[in-house]
C-alpha cells in the first residue's frame, strides 16, 4: 500500500514509467504558505494602537493591544480579493494558518518556495503586513521551523492508475489536490478504513466459499450414483486483488468529486467575488 504523499515514491516506481498525462502534476496558479505560532507569541509582538477588525456580527470594533484573542481558539478567514488567509486552532495555546495567493508561473512558485522560511515570511509580511491584528504579529511570531510554503497541486483523477496486481495507492498519491477545501487528509483516513473493509470482505468469503466447497465436495462424493463436479477456487491472491479493485472503484467515485471541488475553489478564494457579500 503506497501512501507517500503527493511526491510519492510508490507511484514513481508502479506507473512512473507508463507516460499517462493523467500521472502529471497540475500547477494550480497558487503558492500556500503554512505556520503554527504560539498565542502568547503573538500577544507580546503586539503595538497598542487602534486596529479595526470585523467581528461576526458585522459591526466593527477597535481593539488595542487585543488582535490575538482574535485566534484564541477560533476560526478566522481575511481577503483582500487576491490573497487569503485562513487561521484556526492548533493547540490550546497555538493557532496555525493557512496563506494562499496567486503565482503566475510554476517556475516562480517553486523559486519562491526555494527561499526558505525567512523568504516565505518576507512574501507573507509584503502581503499582510499592513492587515489588522494580528496577521502582522502571528507572521512574525511563526519560528523558521514551523513555517513552509509550496506550489500548490493536484492530478487528474484516474483510478486506472492506482492499482498494480497486489499494489495499490491511497492518500494523496492516489488523489492529490488542493488544501482549500481541508480534504486531503479526511480523504486518505477514509481510503485506509474502504481498504480494510473490502480486504475483509474479501478474505471472509474465501473462508465461506472454501468451506462451503469443502462440505459439497464431500456430500457429493459420498453418493456413489452421483457424478462428482469440480469448482475453481479463487487463490488468496486474486481475493485480495478483487478487494482492491473493488477499493479503487469506491474511492474514485468519492475522491473525485473532492479533487474538482477543490479545484475551482483555488479560482474562487483568490478572486474580487470573495468579497462579495453574496458569498
Not at 154 to 163: G, H
Not at 184 to 199: C, I
Request: with cysteine.
Amino acid at each position: 500500500v503506497g501512501c507517500d504523499g503527493i511526491f510519492s515514491t510508490t507511484r514513481r516506481l508502479l506507473v512512473g514509467h507508463e507516460g499517462n498525462p493523467n500521472n502529471e502534476l497540475k500547477y494550480l496558479g497558487l503558492v500556500v504558505i503554512l505556520g503554527i505560532f504560539e498565542l502568547r507569541a503573538v500577544k507580546d509582538l503586539e503595538q497598542f494602537k487602534d486596529s479595526s477588525i470585523i467581528n461576526n456580527n458585522n459591526a466593527t470594533g477597535a481593539m488595542v493591544g487585543e488582535g490575538w484573542r482574535l485566534c484564541k481558539e477560533r476560526v478566522f478567514q481575511t481577503s483582500d480579493g487576491e490573497t487569503r488567509l485562513y487561521v484556526m486552532p492548533f493547540t490550546e495555546n497555538s493557532s496555525m494558518f493557512q496563506l494562499t495567493f496567486p503565482v503566475a508561473t510554476e517556475e516562480e512558485a517553486r523559486l519562491l518556495s526555494s527561499r526558505g522560511a525567512e523568504g516565505l515570511r518576507a512574501e507573507a509580511l509584503r502581503r499582510c503586513g499592513h492587515w489588522h491584528q494580528p496577521v502582522p504579529e502571528m507572521i512574525k511570531a511563526t519560528t523558521a521551523e514551523r513555517l513552509s510554503g509550496y506550489p500548490v497541486y493536484d492530478r487528474e483523477p484516474d483510478a486506472s492508475l492506482w492499482q498494480r496486481g497486489l499494489t495499490v495507492l491511497i492518500g494523496d498519491a492516489a488523489h492529490c489536490m488542493s488544501p482549500l477545501k481541508g480534504q486531503g487528509a479526511n480523504q486518505a483516513l477514509l481510503d485506509g478504513v474502504r481498504l480494510a473493509q473490502s480486504l475483509r470482505g474479501q478474505l471472509l468469503a474465501t473462508r465461506f466459499l472454501d468451506t462451503r466447497q469443502d462440505m459439497t465436495a464431500t456430500l457429493v462424493g459420498a453418493a456413489a450414483s452421483t457424478p462428482t463436479t469440480t469448482t475453481t477456487k479463487l487463490t488468496t491472491a486474486e481475493r485480495i486483488e478483487l478487494g482492491l479493485q473493488e477499493a479503487m472503484q469506491e474511492m474514485e467515485a468519492r475522491t473525485t468529486p473532492k479533487v474538482l471541488a477543490s479545484r475551482a475553489t483555488c479560482g474562487l478564494l483568490h478572486g474580487p467575488d470573495f468579497l462579495k457579500t453574496s458569498y
